[in-house]
């Protein structure tokens, strides 16, 4: 649990005493041929697994919409993805580009370049309306997915019961549909380009209403389903606005999902078929009825697809190609598909994984290097790569090829960007681990290989499973024994850091924390931790060393610079404390917090108007900054306002938690009580 940003019970008495006395611009490009203005609707489903699909041969659940999109136009029946996390994913549909050319290599900490040319950006400057609506924190503007869109809705809900950030990490599908229903009623005439993102499937499995009960002993089925329902709205609504003889419907799986194969319980560390393979189908214009193609297609030929669709050509720095004659029976050249993932290596200090599939072979780069023969083993349960060297051997040059386009075998190097604390933590509570500092990595294949770590998997896979409300004891204890046998991972750090804070372990806590710098992991966010437990304790000038280390190594840690900025203030040194204050608002203008922290030092300034004009700013940023209606209702019972103080006195009592402001609630009651 996080120390809440600029609030502590010091300053609240403090108030009191007072007043009682990038952008790169884009490339040029060629001017092409107008495309012809057909309708584009793309759905994409996170985390699902064709094999889970009715039209895909799953007896075991309904999917309507789905079925019918496929009676109508193609399924692809073995489609594959780049990469099994949902950024990359993503980066590659839309872009036509492997991971090592759009440079969107895990979740969280790059960021598509302003520079790329996705499909929303080539329709757009050829006229189209555009717009975007998704149902996850993963696929925030911040990572650059809005290039191209007049309208980008990544807004997540708030008021969830997550406690570490103002917004849930997602939405179901039924309040993304909604919104890009009322988007589609304002279009009158114009082509359009509508992306709706849908997260559901991915765990958490919990499908709502009827679907719970019906899928009860699947829940992830029961995700689909919902889905599915979500899909026929939208496209029931999409028949009724556009013709159908001008608009192109898609639907893509981003990744699959391991359900325990390979001792892996939901994606992104290995390069197996169960994360890898994804649905695909299309219907409209150009698109034959109840075709079902077998050949092997991927996620990077969808764009140069849509533009053939269209009458156009793809860039010619996209990677994949136009699947439009496979639609009559021709052989596509998609028989070499490039595979990554970098997550083991980002996340938990193991060695990244990079492979080659083929409708036949699937070829993986480890430590341990693994060949499987799909046609025998479509499970990919026997390893036969010392049976087949000359086939590992070709798709090797064939991966090297691909990761060193210009020759050479120097190991390829990335950088991770900086992300601010809170969207690490959405991203966190959403599975994924990643660092909250930019960190350069060699990508060498060698190190831990991630089969060798499948008992760790299963221990965080028990400590962590949503559906088995895992007490908090024995969380810790499966933690425990996962970070004894991986010392090295340091996702493991904050994770058993983390379940150490909500258990009240606080001093566990900064001795874990402590103990992973000493083994040399070092982020901006082991130091913030440590020092908001300092703050907790009281050891405001440890504290201050701790956040001046997490500013120094992420100066995006827009939150640990707040509360180093109170933790100034605490200690009277208010220069420094404006200073910060002024640089989180310089990085974010509308920061709730460092704005009602400038209307803290106005007060020690007495300089009252100032104080009013920033907490009123505050609550017009956010609402829910209870902070800062405390404040504003002491500087309107201070100037005689007694209706507005009582405002604001009772809209803090009716969000203040006892927890964080137990020791201030009685002050405030004994405020209003003066005023009635």
């Known amino acids: 649990m996080r120390f809440p940003s600029t609030f502590s019970p010091f300053l609240a008495v403090l108030v009191f005493a007072t007043i009682s006395c990038n952008n790169r611009k884009p490339e040029a490009t060629p001017a092409r041929a107008a495309l012809q203005p057909l309708n584009l609707v793309v759905v994409t489903i996170d985390t699902l697994r064709p094999d889970h699909l009715h039209c895909y041969g799953y007896p075991n659940i309904q999917t309507p919409a789905l079925d019918g999109l496929a009676r109508n136009g193609v399924l692809f029946e073995d489609a594959v993805a780049q990469a099994p996390l949902t950024p990359p994913s993503h980066a590659s549909i839309f872009t036509g580009q492997y991971p090592t050319v759009h440079h969107v290599r895990n979740t969280g900490g790059f960021v598509l370049q302003s520079s790329s040319r996705p499909i929303a950006r080539i329709l757009h400057d050829q006229g189209w309306d555009t717009a ?5 924190a993963v696929l925030k503007k911040t990572f650059g997915f809005n290039n191209g869109f007049d309208v980008y809705d990544d807004q997540m809900p708030r008021g969830g019961n997550r406690r570490d950030f103002r917004e849930d990490p997602e ?44 899928y009860k002993k699947h829940p992830y089925d029961g995700e689909i389903a919902y889905v599915d329902q979500q899909v026929g709205r939208l496209l029931s609504a999409v028949g009724k606005k556009s013709p159908a003889g001008r608009t192109i419907i898609a639907v893509l799986s981003d990744h699959g999902e391991s359900l325990s194969e390979h001792g892996e319980y939901t994606h992104g560390v290995f390069l197996y078929d169960a994360t890898l393979r994804i649905a695909f189908l299309m219907s409209g ?23 053939n669709l269209m009458g156009g050509e793809a860039p010619s720095n996209v990677q994949g190609v136009s699947l439009v004659p496979a639609f009559n029976g021709s052989t596509v050249r998609t028989e070499i598909s490039y595979e990554e993932t970098l997550f083991p290596k980002l996340s938990m ?42 086939e590992a051997r070709k798709l090797e040059a064939q991966l090297q090829r691909i990761v060193s386009p210009g020759g050479g075998d120097a190991p390829e190097k990335v950088k991770t960007s900086l992300v601010d604390p809170r969207t690490v933590d959405q991203l966190k509570s959403l599975g994924y681990l990643s660092g909250a500092s930019p960190q350069s990595y060699e990508l060498t294949g060698t190190g831990i290989d991630p089969k060798d770590r499948v008992d760790v998997l299963k221990l965080i896979y028990m400590a962590e499973d949503p559906q088995a409300h895992v007490p908090a004891a024995r969380r810790i204890a499966l933690l425990e024994r996962a970070l004894k046998q991986d010392p090295t991972d340091p996702s493991l750090y904050h994770q058993l850091g983390g379940e150490y804070e909500n258990s009240g372990r606080y001093d566990d806590a900064v001795k874990l924390y402590e103990s992973a710098l000493g083994r040399g992991i070092e982020d901006g966010r082991l130091h913030s931790r440590i020092a908001d437990l300092y703050l907790r304790k009281g050891q405001k000038d440890k504290a201050i060393v701790e956040y001046e280390k997490a500013a120094r190594i992420n100066p995006t840690d827009l939150e640990s610079q ?59 940023l956010d609402p829910d900054l209870v902070e800062a209606q405390m404040n504003l209702g002491l500087i309107y ?36 009580a003066k005023l009635q």
Do not use: C
């Open 171 to 214: 939405r179901r599908g039924s309040d993304t549909v909604d919104r890009a229903l009322q988007w589609l009623n304002t279009q009158s005439g114009k082509p359009y380009f509508l992306w709706v993102h849908l997260y559901d499937p991915h765990m958490p499995y919990n499908p709502p209403g009827e679907f719970k009960e019906k």
């Open 562 to 620: 707040t509360n180093l900025a109170t933790a100034y203030l605490e200690k009277g040194r208010i220069d420094d404390a404006e200073r910060v204050f002024n640089w989180v608002l310089t990085n974010d203008a509308d920061d709730a917090a460092a704005t009602n922290g400038l209307g803290l030092i106005a007060i020690q300034r007495r300089d009252f108007t100032a104080a009013r004009a920033d907490f009123e700013q505050a609550i017009q």
């Open 349 to 390: 200090g193991w060695s990244e994984l990079r492979g080659i599939r083929t409708s036949r072979w699937k070829y993986i780069r480890a430590p341990k290097p693994e060949l499987y023969d799909l046609v025998h083993d479509p499970h990919e349960t026997t390893n036969v790569i010392e049976q087949q060297p000359a």
């Open 132 to 136: 975007a609506f998704v149902s996850s």
């Open 637 to 672: 019972e201070m100037a005689g306002n007694r209706d507005r103080a009582r405002a604001h006195f009772e809209a803090f009592l009716a969000k203040a938690s006892v927890a964080q402001y137990g020791s201030v609630i009685p002050k405030v009651k004994q405020e209003l």
């Open 285 to 307: 214009p150009g698109i034959p009825s109840g075709k079902r193609i077998k050949q092997q297609v991927r996620s990077i030929d969808f764009l140069p697809t849509v533009l």
